[in-house]
């Protein structure tokens, strides 16, 4: 991700999202294990089977983390900790946030440990999947590099990302990853 995206911050979001204010609610305090706790606490968790029948299903709009629960690291912690600190502060963002179709935004949680069908699904690693009318729309691929690099993904994510694909699109154009962590401005296509 390019550093000039810490100017998105100051964008107003104008999708009717509940913000909040994360300075607060950071999570970086946390361990890499409560990180996780946390998101399996409060995010709907998806099998392979579960993802296979939210295909088609209009009314499924949201983004599901690929992550793992797994002792043995595909990917190392710091970064892992770090995918989710951003997932947990979107979480916290868009909190009854709607959908552009007017349906619930979810959040959802893939454990990509062992034989999980992720490659099969298109979660290659770690990444997030973006999911409007039940068809994925988009994959990111990626990671923050540094600590100080979460608020900038963040900033990011739930100024542009989100809103420009699933809850205030402007109809023109969309913000895009396309199966990797470059950021492009594409034309929306939902």
Do not use: H
């Amino acid at each position: 991700m390019k550093k000039a995206l810490g100017l998105v911050g100051l964008l107003a979001l104008s999708s009717g999202a509940k913000a909040q204010d994360t300075a607060d609610t950071d999570y970086m305090d946390l361990s890499e294990s409560e990180v996780q706790s946390e998101i399996l606490r409060r995010a709907q968790r998806f099998r392979y089977e579960d993802i296979k029948r939210l295909e088609g299903n209009e009314d499924f709009d949201g983004v599901i983390i690929a992550s793992s629960t797994c002792p043995k690291e595909y990917v190392r912690k710091e970064y892992r900790k770090r995918n989710e600190i951003v997932f947990l502060r979107l979480m916290d963002y868009f909190d009854g946030a709607k959908s552009i179709n007017g349906d619930s935004l979810v959040f959802g949680y893939f454990d990509i440990c062992g034989k999980s069908g992720a490659t099969d699904l298109g979660f290659n690693g770690s990444s997030f999947g973006m999911y409007l009318d039940g068809k994925r729309i988009d994959t990111l691929r990626g990671f923050p590099d540094s600590d100080e690099a979460i608020k900038e993904w963040y900033d990011f994510l739930s100024s542009k990302w989100i809103p420009t694909n699933l809850t205030s699109s402007n109809g023109i154009y969309a913000w895009r990853f396309e199966g990797t962590a470059n950021e492009r401005q594409v034309s929306f296509k939902p």
